[in-house]
């Protein structure tokens, strides 16, 4: 009996280590072989400024569902992931009130021009280097399905305006977006009983290229797993080069960044070395005139969340 009490309070002795003070490390870990089924939801607003008030011009719903397995690395110093996406879905409701579906499930004679690139995005590996800073190194995989997406779609189904914007909007840079978001979240130096630090961060958006700024993040359960991480950032303008001020065709107006806000929150368990849930919303106050002005007229919105199946 004597035995038994001693092991019991060796385990509870154990336990309280990991759950009293700072037991791990605050920084980015990943258990090679640990594989994770996720699923991406990515909600845009875009709203027009009338009489004083915002009106939703349109608004757009994407899942993306995946498997993400942690490869060995042959480099101590980096991470590497596989992403295998499973499923597509798209809903885009307009002013008109009209609504465009898009399931990956469903046969590609029924997508539109515009949605059929996705299925070669389907089963096909991206494998991912990562650093231990976060940031990611490499994206393999892309050119492969670019490659497919010419080689499943006849000639004339598709235009080459079309593979422009895929690549686009759903390219490397939209995959380093999604992962660096909180692959970064971690302190370059850590301290010991650090709750507060900053990071240079930087989103790349399709319109004003990437925006490069400095992000607060605040740790809100010391000592606890998964670490709670909240974050925020403010996008100014001058974060943006000059040539990334966007001319929509047609009309001839300029689309201008005047400010954008980032917050948003990381789940991350650092004994299992992965991701629970993670939720970035990015607000985008922009400009439109002929000159390119800083009246904003429009609020352009991207929310993201991520979360283990």
């Given at each position: 009996m004597r035995i038994e009490i001693k092991i019991a309070a060796v385990i509870l002795f154990l336990i309280g280590c990991v759950s009293c003070g700072q037991a791990m490390p605050l920084a980015l870990t990943m258990t090679p072989g640990q594989s994770d089924a996720y699923r991406i939801n990515i909600d845009m607003t875009d709203e027009a400024r009338a009489r004083g008030a915002y009106?939703?011009?349109?608004?757009?719903?994407?899942?993306?569902?995946?498997?993400?397995?942690?490869?060995?690395?042959?480099?101590?110093?980096?991470?590497?992931?596989?992403?295998?996406?499973k499923r597509i879905r798209m809903q885009t409701d307009l002013l008109n009130e009209k609504t465009i579906r898009f399931d990956s499930d469903e046969q590609m004679a029924t997508a539109t021009e515009f949605h059929r690139p996705l299925y070669a995005m389907l089963d096909r590996p991206l494998v991912l280097t990562v650093g231990k800073d976060g940031k990611v190194k490499k994206v393999e995989g892309m050119e492969e399905i670019i490659a497919a997406v010419k080689t499943q779609l006849p000639a004339g189904k598709i235009n080459p305006q079309v593979l422009v914007?895929?690549?686009?909007?759903?390219?490397?840079?939209?995959?380093?977006?999604?992962?660096?978001?909180?692959?970064?979240?971690?302190?370059?130096q850590v301290k010991a009983q650090m709750t507060k630090w900053e990071r240079p961060r930087s989103i790349?958006?399709?319109?004003?290229?990437?925006?490069?700024?400095?992000?607060?993040?605040?740790?809100?359960?010391?000592?606890?797993?998964?670490?709670?991480?909240?974050?925020?950032?403010?996008?100014?303008?001058?974060?943006?080069?000059p040539e990334a001020t966007e001319k929509l065709p047609q009309s001839g107006m300029f689309l201008k960044l005047v400010q954008g806000k980032v917050t948003g929150s990381i789940n991350y368990s650092l004994t299992k070395g992965r991701l629970e849930e993670y939720l970035q919303e990015v607000v985008y106050q922009v400009g439109l005139d002929q000159q390119g002005g800083n009246a904003p007229s429009q609020r352009f919105s991207v929310k993201t969340i991520i979360q283990r199946q």
């Open positions: 009106q939703v011009k349109y608004e757009s719903h994407q899942i993306f569902d995946l498997n993400q397995d942690i490869l060995t690395s042959p480099d101590p110093n980096e991470y590497r992931l596989r992403l295998v996406i914007e895929f690549r686009r909007h759903y390219g490397e840079a939209f995959v380093i977006n999604i992962f660096e978001g909180f692959l970064t979240a971690f302190p370059l790349f958006n399709p319109f004003f290229g990437e925006l490069q700024f400095n992000q607060e993040y605040q740790l809100t359960n010391p000592g606890e797993d998964p670490a709670k991480i909240q974050f925020k950032g403010i996008i100014r303008p001058e974060n943006q080069s």
